[in-house]
């Protein structure tokens, strides 16, 4: 699978944007993926995930309530939503593919993640 994130950008405070992710391949469809950041000195966090079928979610308290993450399989495609957007997630925004099925503690982790996208960076200004 090959990913490909768009929809960054500069934003002020307060705002949304929506981050999606398309991949390319026939295995998108069976599986799980995540949403991490990194922003410039800092290491890449988890953000969100999703598994195959879009049934279970999880997020990173950070971003709890104000961000939603979901899949089009129909589309190749997964997105997150954010709203009441702080400076603070100003970061690039990586998708990736997990190795294994999301559960109990390991969707927080990159190591979980074997494919990532280029990234897409979001400004948010305050």
């Known amino acids: 699978v090959q990913l490909q994130a768009s929809g960054g950008g500069l934003v002020q405070a307060g705002g949304s944007l929506r981050l999606s992710c398309a991949a390319s391949g026939r295995t998108f469809d069976s599986s799980d993926m995540g949403w991490f950041r990194q922003a410039p000195g800092k290491e890449r966090e988890f953000v969100a995930a999703?598994?195959?079928?879009?049934?279970?979610?999880y997020y990173a308290d950070s971003v709890k309530g104000r961000s939603t993450i979901s899949r089009n399989n129909a589309k190749n495609t997964v997105y997150l939503q954010m709203s009441s957007l702080k400076s603070e997630d100003t970061a690039v925004y990586y998708c990736a593919v997990a190795r294994m099925p999301l559960g109990g503690s390991n969707y927080y982790t990159p190591r979980t993640y074997k494919r990532w996208g280029q990234g897409t960076q979001v400004t948010v200004s305050s």
């Open positions: 999703i598994n195959w079928s879009g049934a279970s979610t």
